[in-house]
């Protein structure tokens, strides 16, 4: 797929969308982990050894949020990176679809994706904060010595694992925002899988989870080596 596209659109057809995800990754993400901060701090966040099920939670409240803002822009981003894409960029595409199919196009797989990333983001979540207990080999968390190093592995493992389990819901959520409305019938998650199944059989539900994986392993362990790091320099000398 990677020398399919290289050598049809070269090195820029890697970056289709990127200008989309640009817009909207940092203020998605600044909302995420805030929302996700103050939701583990309601759970009893201060108490060491929060457990899986409350960090799941909080970050799913996160997901909700952050969600509603990301849906639109991953909605123009999919739609750039359709092969034979139309359009000349994101704004082209954005203004294109405002145009043709209203404003409801942009979060046509609002519901999908919530399906999709509240049980990813309580996996990712609670796959992470276990991960570095079990790194650190301390049941109480042990804040004070985490290192870059166990936070990135952490990170990967929980972006990998819930990048794998999730993957049929991410095929319906794309297939939402890029076949022609009325393809499916409904935005509904349920009725779409169905008809994905019906027609081209259950291994169509696993198409695309190793590039899948393989983009979240990283991502994750960057995003989460990023914000532990950052979170301890802004609070200084370590306090959270």
Not at 12 to 31: F, Q, S
Not at 106 to 114: N, Q
Request: net charge neutral; glycine share 12%; with cysteine.
């Amino acid at each position: 797929m990677v020398r399919g596209v290289l050598q049809q659109d070269g090195v820029a057809g890697l970056y289709r969308g990127v200008g989309a995800v640009a817009a909207g990754a940092g203020p998605a993400h600044a909302l995420h982990f805030a929302v996700y901060e103050a939701a583990k701090e309601a759970l009893g966040g201060n108490r060491e050894g929060l457990h899986p099920l409350e960090t799941a939670a909080a970050g799913c409240v996160a997901t909700v949020v952050n969600d509603a803002l990301m849906t639109p822009v991953d909605s123009v981003k999919q739609r750039c990176q359709l092969e034979g894409s139309p359009y000349r960029g994101v704004l082209d595409a954005a203004r294109s679809m405002l145009r043709t199919e209203g404003l409801g196009a942009f979060f046509r797989s609002y519901r999908t994706t919530l399906v999709m990333n509240v049980p990813f983001t309580a996996m990712h979540f609670s796959v992470y904060e276990t991960s570095k207990k079990l790194l650190l080999g301390n049941e109480g968390g042990g804040e004070d010595e985490e290192t870059l190093q166990v936070q990135l592995v952490a990170g990967g493992l929980a972006g990998g694992c819930a990048a794998a389990v999730t993957n049929p819901l991410d095929v319906v959520k794309t297939r939402l925002q890029t076949a022609d409305p009325g393809k499916y019938g409904s935005p509904a998650v349920i009725p779409t899988l169905r008809q994905i199944v019906r027609e081209e059989g259950m291994q169509a539900l696993w198409q695309g989870v190793k590039p899948r994986v393989l983009f979240h392993i990283p991502a994750a362990a960057v995003c989460w080596g990023t914000y532990e790091t950052m979170k301890d320099m802004l609070a200084g000398s370590g306090q959270h």
